[in-house]
C-alpha cells in the first residue's frame, strides 16, 4: 500500500491575525509544537513503506518558506506545485492528481494547518478507507463531534459498507446552534475534516462529470506548466480560467459512491485563537502561554508574545496577541472578531 500524501498549503493565514499574516499564514508557525503546522503534516506521512513522497500544493508567493521548511526536516523528495493564484481547493486537488505517475495511484488530501494528535487513529481510518479508495469511491474522514459546533460542516452518515465505514448520506452545510444540536443527537453525524482519499482517476473522471471547466482549465494550466527540479508552475492564465471552488460543492456534493470514516483523532482546524485556547498545554491556571510572558494572579487566558514581552496580572479567560508593533487583546469567545482587525 503505497499513498500519494497531497498536502494543500496554499491558505491566506487571516485567523490567527496578528501572528499570522498573508506573508507567513498559520501553517508555516509553530503554534502547537516544535515544528510548524505544515512540518507536522509532513512528518505524519514519512513512513515511506506506506506513503510515497509528497505533492504539496503552495502558493507561489510561498515557495521559500516551503522549501525552507522542508529542508529543516530532511524532505528533499517530492513535487511542489505553485499555484499562481487561488481558485479554491477543487482545482488545487485536480492539479495534484495530474502529476500522479498512474492514473489507479490512490492520493491522500490534507489541509497544512491541521492539527491531528492521535497519529495511530488517523492512519487507522486510512487502511480502513483505502480498499474503498481502490474500488472508485470518492473517500472522506469524519470527526467524531465533541459537540454541537457551528463553525463546522457536517457529514450525515448512511449504511455500513465496511469496518468503520459508511455511505455519505448527504454532506451539511454549517448549522446554527439547534440544529447543531439536533443533528448530534440523532448520533449518525460527524464534522466534515476536509481530509480525502481517492485515486487520481477518480477525481479527474468526478471533475469532468461535475465541473467540465474546471477540468479544461486545470489540464490546459499542466500541460504548460514551467518546471524546474521539483518546483511545477502551472501556466499563470490558463489556472486563473479555472471557476473558483471548493471539493465540497464542486465534487463530494455531487458525487455518487462516496464513504467516510468516523473517527477521533484529536482533530482540530485550529480556526481561531480560541481553538488554540482548547488545544493547548495548559499550566495549574488554565493558561496557554508562548513567548516572553510574565503572568500572575490571572487564569484561563491564551497569551502569545513574539518579539517583545507580555505582563499580566489579574486577568482572565483573555486573548492577549502581541507579534512586534501589532498587539491585540479580545475576551475569549470572540476569536471571530480578528478578521475584521486584519482588514485594517
Known amino acids: 500500500m503505497t499513498i500519494i500524501p497531497v498536502i494543500l498549503s496554499g491558505g ?12 507567513t499564514p498559520k501553517q508555516f508557525l509553530a503554534l502547537t509544537a516544535q515544528h510548524t503546522m505544515f512540518q507536522l503534516t509532513i512528518l505524519r506521512v514519512m513512513d515511506r513503506t506506506r506513503f510515497s513522497a509528497p505533492v504539496i500544493v503552495a502558493n507561489e508567493a510561498h515557495a521559500e518558506i516551503v522549501e525552507a521548511q522542508l529542508a ?67 473517500a472522506t474522514y469524519g470527526i467524531n463531534p465533541s459537540g454541537p459546533e457551528t463553525g463546522y460542516g457536517y457529514i450525515q452518515t448512511g449504511s455500513k459498507v465496511g469496518t468503520d465505514v459508511y455511505e455519505v448520506q448527504c454532506f451539511v452545510e454549517k448549522p446554527d446552534a439547534s440544529r447543531a444540536t439536533a443533528m448530534i443527537a440523532t448520533g449518525d453525524h460527524v464534522w466534515n475534516g476536509g481530509i480525502f482519499l481517492f485515486r487520481a482517476d477518480s477525481y479527474l473522471d468526478a471533475v469532468q462529470e461535475h465541473a467540465p471547466a474546471m477540468d479544461v482549465a486545470v489540464r490546459a494550466a499542466m500541460d504548460t506548466a514551467q518546471r524546474y527540479g521539483n518546483l511545477v508552475r502551472p501556466h499563470h492564465e490558463s489556472f486563473a480560467s479555472s471557476p473558483a471552488d471548493s471539493i465540497d460543492y464542486a465534487i463530494m456534493e455531487k458525487a455518487e459512491k462516496v464513504a467516510v470514516a468516523p473517527v477521533s483523532m484529536g482533530w482540530s482546524d485550529v480556526g481561531s485563537w ?24 490571572s487564569n484561563g487566558n491564551l497569551i502569545h508574545a513574539n518579539g517583545i514581552r507580555v505582563s499580566v496580572h489579574g486577568v482572565k ?28
Not at 12 to 23: A, F, K, N
Not at 285 to 293: A, I, K, L, M
Open 12 to 23: 491566506g493565514g487571516t485567523r490567527l491575525w496578528p501572528l499570522s499574516t498573508p506573508q
Open 317 to 344: 479567560d483573555m486573548l492577549i496577541i502581541a507579534n512586534g508593533s501589532e498587539v491585540m487583546i479580545l475576551p475569549r469567545g470572540t476569536s471571530q472578531k480578528v478578521r475584521e482587525f486584519a482588514k485594517d
Open 72 to 138: 529543516e526536516i530532511g524532505v528533499t523528495d517530492g513535487i511542489i506545485l505553485l499555484e499562481p493564484c487561488a481558485r479554491n481547493t477543487a482545482p488545487a486537488i485536480a492539479l495534484a492528481a495530474l502529476t500522479a505517475a498512474t492514473a489507479q495511484a490512490v492520493m491522500l488530501v490534507m489541509p497544512s494547518d491541521h492539527v491531528i494528535l492521535d497519529a495511530d487513529a488517523f492512519h487507522r481510518a486510512t487502511d480502513a478507507l483505502y480498499p474503498f479508495a481502490q474500488e472508485g469511491w470518492l
Open 274 to 297: 480560541d481553538a488554540l485556547h482548547d488545544i493547548g498545554q495548559k499550566d495549574i491556571d488554565g493558561n496557554v502561554t508562548s513567548g516572553t510572558v510574565r503572568i500572575d494572579q
